[in-house]
């Protein structure tokens, strides 16, 4: 990547300087494609966050939903303008997120942005292993077992285990995806993550056109229950879910440095998210057609057990086979951003990571060990998933991007984007807030009830 020019600037019509950024600075001959840069994009969103959109459209109805999908995808788009309008102001290096954090708030601003990046991701991927190992070998948690594929197959071997199943997905799936050293090298298998995404959109929907046929669905509510609210603010622990589903800044510049046109940048993000936010509408519609108030947090738990539609199990195992292929192909693109935060974070000022082999496969060795080992340790971290939409995503999303803008170290905000970044920072602080109080308001209630049944 060659770094933007930092002493060139322009006037624009109103008078305000903007820096003389390079139409290309991927460094490569011809550079990555806008095709190639959505599906990169559209990968980086769409993951994990999917199937957590019909339990959105339990809490929420089907209107509020698509309501808050659009808000949110709007929100992004905007967040987004804003870190590419200050891209290529700050010098002394390649354009990133945690450069923008570094310009307006110093290097603390810089390290804060790479911790919740971190935090972010390594929750996200853990994620990823935790259902790419239900779906194939099973889970046990809560009372309920659940068999993998490979347990429905051949029953209980060793082989078919939680540990070694993913130690072979790691090793011998992800690992040599992971160690591509530029992003744009993924977008073959990005484009066929999207694919996988609609083929599991397209199984669900068939599964529950037949459910209909047959009488077995029910038609979604398209407004909120109060009724089985236990409090009204639990309307706004939908919000964060929606919010962590679009976190994809941190992967803005990587794509953008590798673009043949950087200024496609912008069309690429909107194109990426009108696909992403239909994607998400379709699925969330189409699992609360078809589970209905049964919609478990994890929608794939709902196909474990069966759609209830009559249809073939085989039909249920490839809806789960093909989102568990889905998170296999987004895996490296999201490990690539956690590795170059960690990377910026420990090891500030080196060399680029990829041109320096010794730390980049160490580095990657070790992120590796560890989301293997949290994955095997941690049997369900949905919990954490919440509270990580309501805090780290949040803040990556909304508050950094109007943040930086509300700081303005360079003079080229205006007043209505200082408005639109002050409302984006508020609207994000309060619904997170009454989210995050109303989760652990509803966990200290579980155990209390959990308290007094074991007593009873």
Known sequence: MTPPASTGKRADAGGLKEPLLPEFSGGHCGGASLS?????VSTSIVGAGMMSIPAAMRVLGVVPTLVLIAAVAALSDVSVEFMLRYTGWAGGGPPSYAGLMGDAFGRAGAAVLNVCIAFTITGTLVVYLIIIGDVVS???GGGDEHAGVLRELFGARWWTGREFVLLVTAVFVLLPLVLRRRVDSLRYTSAISILLAVVFMLISLGIAVYALFRGTATMPRMLPDFSRLSS???LFTAVPVIVLAF???FNVHPIRAELSKTSDMKEVVRIS???CAAIYAAVG??????????TMADVLANFDHSSGAGVPQALNDAARLSYALHLVLVFPLLLFSLRINVDELLFPGRRPLATDTCRFVSLTAVIMAMLYALAIAIPSIWTLFEYTGSTFAVTISLI????IVLRDVHGIAKRKDKALAATMIILAVITSSIAIASNIMSSISDKVRGGRVASE
């Open 247 to 249: 976190t994809f800044h």
């Open 36 to 40: 190639g840069a959505v599906f990169n």
């Open 400 to 403: 950094f991007p109007g943040s």
């Open 273 to 275: 998210l009108v696909l």
């Open 138 to 140: 099973g889970s046990v």
């Open 232 to 234: 009204p603010f639990e």
């Open 285 to 294: 519609f189409v699992g609360f057609l078809l589970f209905g108030d049964a």
